[in-house]
């Protein structure tokens, strides 16, 4: 993960004490605050820089404040069987509608083997690994995925009509870290090109094109026509065929109908956040999928297989120049232990915006060393 010049290092307990403080803050309740703050502080220890404290104030703390998203989660279990359930979230907290919701599925597949639960109107939920390894802490492979704000065009198209749409999977190993796949659909995540804005970059050619297929790479522009609707990101694998863009559209679409036709929930341009021209909730529809591994085999066995797949794939024959292969889950293990003893870095735009709430929120006990940042 490449880190801004000038970016900040704050230790994760002082940083995780700030995000709890501010959706206390903002009406969000003690316990609720808590579960939020984790699934933050939990994306930066794991170097998922584009949903943690980077977000805390444009998808959380502005849209609270906007009446679009509800401090207080109302958790309405709306259609159950042993293995199943359906549930509305409205509009309440997206990590802790998740959270419950995937701590459901464990508990029913602890039972039955497998389990899934499905929820509609909910709202941005964090990095979808941590609630796929609430499974996998529990012993069991966990899959969870979220639909999103229109982001993405369709192959051969130009209107971005799906979320950038992560499919998630986290699966128990015999290693130090578990197997961590947590990747958007979409050749990239709109939060990375939150990031570049903010650090004043461009994006790589190829991530996004505008209304006539042609590639835009002004991260702020596009940042704007995402939302007017006059540039979309490109399905994993790139534009067109040649290089199987239409696998990335093929799987985003799967996560778009994973996420609203079993709860009845909203899709495509319904999650725009926009009404007749007033901002309204997302209602955005998630899933969680939990299969507990010892109702297929002993979980000794299970994570000694996995732990093996994965060291032969890491020990297999390399490309000239390159030293090491990786498997999913341990970048993000690696990045935990190089920030651990450091914390979180804090970039020039996401300062601005913790001075911003500590001010608004009165928060004066944080005392951060960036206290002299221009507020803009």
Not at 336 to 361: H, S, T
Request: glycine content about 10%; charged content about 25%; hydrophobic content about 40%.
């Amino acid at each position: 993960m490449k880190i801004e010049k000038g970016a900040v290092w704050i230790k994760f307990d002082i940083m995780e004490s700030f995000i709890r403080d501010v959706f206390m803050g903002i009406g969000v309740p003690k316990k609720d605050a808590a579960i939020c703050a984790k699934v933050l502080i939990d994306a930066d220890k794991l170097g998922f820089d584009s949903h943690g404290i980077s977000r805390l104030k444009t998808i959380y703390y502005d849209r609270i404040k906007q009446g679009i998203q509800f401090p207080k989660t109302k958790f309405e279990i709306i259609k159950e069987t042993a293995a199943t359930a359906v549930i509305d979230g409205h509009n309440g907290m997206g990590h802790v509608i998740a959270q419950r919701a995937m701590q459901l599925a464990i508990k029913k597949a602890k039972k039955y083997g497998i389990a899934m639960t499905v929820v509609r109107n909910s709202t941005h939920y964090g990095i979808a690994g941590y609630h796929a390894l609430l499974a996998e802490k529990a012993g069991m492979i966990g899959i969870s995925g979220t639909n999103a704000r229109p982001s993405v065009a369709p192959t051969f198209g130009t209107e971005n009509m799906l979320g950038t749409n992560p499919m998630t999977f986290a699966i128990p190993t015999d290693e130090k870290f578990p197997f961590l796949l947590d990747c958007a659909t979409s050749i990239t995540q709109r939060g990375k090109i939150e990031i570049s804005a903010k650090m004043g970059g461009t994006c790589p050619k190829g991530w996004v094109i505008d209304s006539k297929g042609k590639s835009e790479t002004d991260s702020k522009k596009i940042l704007s026509n995402l939302i007017n609707g006059s540039a979309a990101l490109v399905p994993l694998g790139g534009v067109g065929e040649d290089l199987s863009g239409y696998k990335g559209y093929g799987y985003c679409t799967v996560v778009e109908i994973l996420s609203a036709a079993l709860q009845q929930g909203s899709y495509l341009k319904m999650l725009t956040g926009n009404k007749n021209g007033k901002k309204v909730p997302y209602h955005l529809g998630h899933f969680f999928i939990a299969i507990n591994v010892s109702a297929f085999t002993n979980i000794k066995f299970f994570k000694k297989i996995t732990g093996n797949i994965l060291r032969q794939l890491r020990n297999s024959k390399k490309m000239p120049g390159q030293k090491r292969i990786y498997t999913a889950g341990e970048k993000e293990y690696l990045t935990w232990l190089e920030r651990k003893n450091k914390g979180v870095p804090v970039n020039k735009g996401a300062q601005k915006e913790v001075l911003i709430m500590q001010k608004e929120l009165g928060l004066k006990k944080y005392k951060f060393p960036f206290k002299d940042a221009e507020i803009v």
